[in-house]
């Protein structure tokens, strides 16, 4: 069978989820990680588009990028990004929270404690698991504890194809180390750990198992 490209959509960094004009809620999450599956997925000749949290990285050559802020206007992006591409990569850490309200002048420091209320934001990629269709979904995960378990209930809850799942250790890493240890999850449970990974090591594995996928399942479908 010829190996079609694939038409695949990234997410990576952050989001940033303002307070007032200078200070924000967001995450340890750098995009490195996120931009590196772009660049070895562009290299291996698949139409890549990321869409990217605030982060210092320069864009792979040859890919398109669309630069948000919050987890609102990442979705804004993703959903119509979405529409042109059969594979989504979600690896952005989104955050699950925002300032319910945006104060339009800077807070003043006072000496007295004060409560920001925060409120949910829309859970992307649950959201487009709904509507899948013939589209592959790769999730991320950092757990603190239960990693393969709770990769796997992430996985169902969102109705994807793939999970890597990762555990937090100290020091923040993954979010900005150079290697990466961590399961990549499939639907049925089976599962492939890989230990002490550079982020372009990791990439390929993860893209080797996107393209497995892709041709074994979609492909086919489409070919008959
Ligand atoms: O935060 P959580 O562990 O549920 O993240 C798992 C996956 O869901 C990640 O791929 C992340 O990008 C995605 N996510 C999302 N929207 C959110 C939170 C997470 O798309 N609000």
New binding site residues.
């Given amino acids: 069978m010829k190996k079609s490209k694939i038409k695949i959509l990234i997410?990576a960094g952050p989001t940033r989820e303002a307070i007032d004009p200078v200070r924000f809620i967001s995450n340890y999450s750098t995009g490195t990680f996120g931009f590196e599956i772009a660049r070895q997925a562009k290299r291996r000749g698949h139409q890549v588009t990321l869409v990217s949290g605030v982060t210092c990285l320069k864009g792979p050559v040859g890919v398109k990028i669309r630069k948000v802020g919050t987890?609102l206007e990442?979705?804004k992006a993703?959903c119509e990004e979405i529409k042109d591409n059969n594979c989504l990569i979600?690896?952005?850490?989104?955050?699950?929270y925002r300032p319910l309200k945006f104060f339009k002048r800077k807070i003043k420091k006072s000496k007295k404690a004060f409560n920001i209320k925060l409120i949910?934001?829309?859970?992307?990629?649950?959201?487009?698991g709904r509507f899948k269709e013939n589209r592959l979904l790769?999730?991320?995960?950092?757990?603190t504890e239960n990693v393969l378990k709770?990769g796997l209930a992430?996985l169902k809850?969102?109705n994807?194809d793939l999970?890597v799942a990762a555990k937090i250790s100290k020091f923040h890493s993954p979010f900005g180390s150079a290697k990466i240890s961590a399961y990549i999850i499939e639907k049925q449970g089976k599962y492939q750990k890989i230990t002490n990974a550079t982020k372009p090591e990791f990439s390929r594995k993860l893209l080797d198992r996107v393209e497995g996928l892709w041709y074994t399942i979609f492909q086919s479908k489409q070919g008959r």
Avoid: R, T
């Fill in positions: 997410s987890a990442m979705q993703i979600m690896n952005a850490a989104v955050c699950d949910e934001n829309p859970d992307i990629l649950k959201g487009l790769v999730g991320f995960a950092v757990e709770g992430k809850e969102k994807l999970i």
